[in-house]
C-alpha cells in the first residue's frame, strides 16, 4: 500500500527484518538497528536504548596491525571514518585498496584524520588477514560487544560503510564510500572528465539492492536479479569502449 511505501522510505529500510524504535511523543528515531538491541540487551537493561555519543561508544582500547595498542582517546580532536567491512565481502576488498591511498595522501597533508576498522569478519584469523593490509586502527575482534554498539549506534545494515565523523564525533557524511572513490577517480581522471562507470555503479547499486554484503543472510536470489538488471548495460557500456580501445 502507499502507506507501507511511505514508511520504507521514510526509514531507510534496505532489507528485512527490520525493527527501528521511535519516540511516540516527537516522532524521532530513537534506534534503527533494534534487531541487534534485543540480541544484546534482551532484558531492556540499556533500555530506552537511545544514542549514545560516539566517544562513549568506542570507549576502549584499539589496536594497530603491529599488535600496538592504543586507548580510543587518542582519536579525540580528530577527523574519524568509522569503517564497516569485511574480508569476505569482495566490494569492501575493492574500497580498502582506494582508502588506504586517500587515507595515506590526507595524512601526509598533516590533517587529522584517523580510520576506525569495525570488522565484520567471521573469524579472528580473518580479520587479522584483512587488518594486516590497513594502515589504521581498528576494535579488536574479541571485543564483539563494542563492535555490536558502533554497528547500532550507526544503524548499519549492510557493508561497506564508511561514516566519516568531525572531531566532535557527529556525523559528517554516512556516504565516505561514495566519497572516497569520487576523490580518488577525480585525482586519477583530473575533474574535466565525467565519472567513470565504476564509481556510478557502486554509488547506485546499494540504492537497487541494498545492501551489497548483508552480513550472513540469505540470498533469496537478489544478486541474479541484481546481475539480470546489470549486465545488459554493463555489456553495452564495455562494447562501447571496447570498439574505441579504451577500457570501461
Known amino acids: 500500500s502507499l502507506l507501507q511505501l511511505k514508511l520504507w522510505n521514510k526509514y531507510r529500510v534496505s532489507n528485512i527484518p527490520s525493527l527501528i524504535f521511535i519516540d511516540a511523543s516527537s516522532g524521532k528515531v530513537v534506534c534503527r538497528n533494534g534487531l541487534l538491541v534485543i540480541r544484546d540487551d534482551p532484558e531492556g537493561l540499556e533500555f530506552p536504548w537511545g544514542p549514545k555519543p560516539f566517544s562513549e561508544v ?23 571514518g568509522v569503517y564497516f567491512s569485511a574480508h569476505w565481502c569482495p566490494p569492501c576488498r575493492s574500497l580498502t585498496r582506494v582508502l588506504v591511498e586517500s587515507y595515506r595522501k590526507i595524512k ?75 576523490d580518488i577517480e577525480c585525482r586519477e581522471a583530473g575533474s574535466t ?33 541484481a546481475k539480470q538488471l546489470i549486465q545488459p548495460i554493463a555489456e553495452k557500456i564495455i562494447a562501447k569502449y571496447k570498439a574505441k580501445e579504451e577500457e570501461a
Open 58 to 80: 568506542v570507549a576502549g582500547p584499539l589496536l594497530r596491525n603491529n599488535g600496538q595498542t592504543l586507548d580510543s582517546s587518542a582519536l579525540e580532536g580528530s577527523h574519524v
Open 108 to 182: 601526509e597533508a598533516g590533517q587529522k584524520f584517523e580510520i576506525l576498522f569495525v570488522s565484520a569478519d567471521r573469524s579472528e584469523d580473518s580479520f587479522k588477514q584483512y587488518f594486516s593490509e590497513m594502515p589504521w586502527v581498528a576494535v579488536p575482534y574479541a571485543d564483539e560487544a563494542r563492535r555490536s554498539r558502533l554497528n547500532r549506534l550507526y544503524g548499519i545494515q549492510g557493508i561497506p560503510t564508511l561514516i566519516v565523523l568531525d572531531p566532535k564525533g557527529d556525523v559528517i557524511t554516512r556516504q565516505g564510500r561514495v566519497e572516497v572513490l569520487n
Open 193 to 225: 572528465r565525467p565519472v567513470c562507470i565504476r564509481l556510478i555503479l557502486t554509488s547506485f547499486l546499494p540504492c537497487l539492492f541494498p545492501p551489497l554484503c548483508p552480513a550472513d543472510s540469505e540470498d533469496d536470489g537478489e544478486s541474479e536479479a
